[in-house]
């Protein structure tokens, strides 16, 4: 299989994201509903995270497991954990501040302010959405973090010859990444935000785009350090957005049927990530 074949179908793994996302532009959802769609999200982003953070913490047990053994380096069991908790540690606080930066300066724009008015002119497209499509926007960014981990993995299996694996990963992947998009689109659906065509593409892009990225890169460079990084800073944003969408969750009420919705995300994110396992990746 050609390079250009490989960077083709790590294209189409990551874009199939895009066929969760219409959801979102349901026209005013039944209060239920909502409730459905915003803790299936978090049943989804669940899994997510304990998939991010187990495939981080791999090759750094396994650094470790050598060094004891005396096979490998303690100085590369050091740096791969120090990589791991400084990801994970600024992929989560990093949200956190810039939602608090936005929300300490937020109140100043309503009255008009002349700092505020400064600040609008440079603060960005992302803090002039609105609070869900912001979180959206979020969610779309941890999910490409984690797809650019999985992109490394193609793109690797693909530059050490092993096709078969890397086929697998492709096909696998772009089955679970299809449920991704409920994810981006959960929370807009629940505050009854109708997003453009236009914002969804970009939040496919945010969050499937970088599959193909990974891919590229991974077919190139390898190195536990990359791919441990870009897992740890996945898990720390999105523990963010689990963390604002339960929020939601409780504004929304509905705990007993948001608990099946949860679970039913969490299913879901189990059964594709069989599939991979049925298959041998």
Same mark, same amino acid.
């Given at each position: 299989m050609s390079t250009p074949e490989i960077l083709l179908l790590g294209a189409i793994a990551g874009f199939t994201i895009f066929l969760g996302l219409p959801i979102a532009r349901?026209?005013?959802?039944?209060?239920?509903?909502?409730?459905?769609?915003?803790?299936?999200?978090?049943?989804?982003? !669940?899994?997510l995270l304990w998939d991010v953070l187990t495939k981080a913490v791999e090759p750094v047990n396994?650094?470790? =497991? $050598?060094?004891?053994?005396? $096979?490998?380096?303690?100085?590369?069991?050091a740096a791969l954990a120090a990589v791991m908790a400084a990801g994970t540690t600024f992929g989560l606080m990093a949200l956190v501040y810039y939602e608090r930066f936005l929300?300490?300066?937020?109140?100043?724009?309503? !009255?008009?302010?002349?700092?505020a008015v400064a600040l609008t002119a440079r603060e960005g497209l992302?803090?002039?959405?609105?609070?869900?499509?912001?979180?959206a926007f979020f969610i779309a960014?941890?999910?490409?973090?984690?797809?650019?981990?999985?992109?490394?993995?193609?793109g690797q299996s693909?530059?050490?010859?092993?096709? $078969?694996?890397?086929?697998? =990963?492709?096909?696998?992947?772009?089955?679970?990444?299809a449920t991704e998009g409920f994810g981006i689109s959960g929370p807009l659906a629940a505050e009854g935000i109708r997003p453009s065509w236009g914002f969804l593409a970009v939040m496919g892009l945010v969050g499937g785009g970088p599959t193909f990225i990974g891919t590229a890169i991974g077919q190139a460079v390898t190195g536990e350090v990359l791919f441990v990084g870009f897992l740890a800073l996945a898990a720390g944003s999105i523990l963010y957005v689990v963390v604002e969408l339960l929020g939601v969750a409780r504004k929304l009420g509905f705990k007993e049927l948001a608990m099946w919705g949860i679970l039913a995300g969490l299913m879901v994110g189990f059964a594709t990530d069989m599939v991979l396992t049925a298959a041998g990746a």
């Open positions: 349901l026209q005013r959802p039944a209060p239920r509903l909502k409730a459905v769609l915003n803790a299936f999200s978090v049943g989804i982003l !669940v899994f396994a650094a470790l =497991l $050598r060094a004891n053994a005396g $096979r490998g380096s303690w100085a590369h069991f929300a300490a300066n937020r109140p100043a724009r309503a !009255v008009g302010a002349a700092p992302v803090a002039r959405l609105a609070p869900a499509e912001r979180l960014l941890g999910i490409g973090l984690h797809n650019f981990g999985e992109g490394l993995a193609i693909a530059a050490s010859g092993e096709l $078969r694996l890397a086929t697998v =990963l492709i096909v696998g992947f772009a089955l679970h990444n």
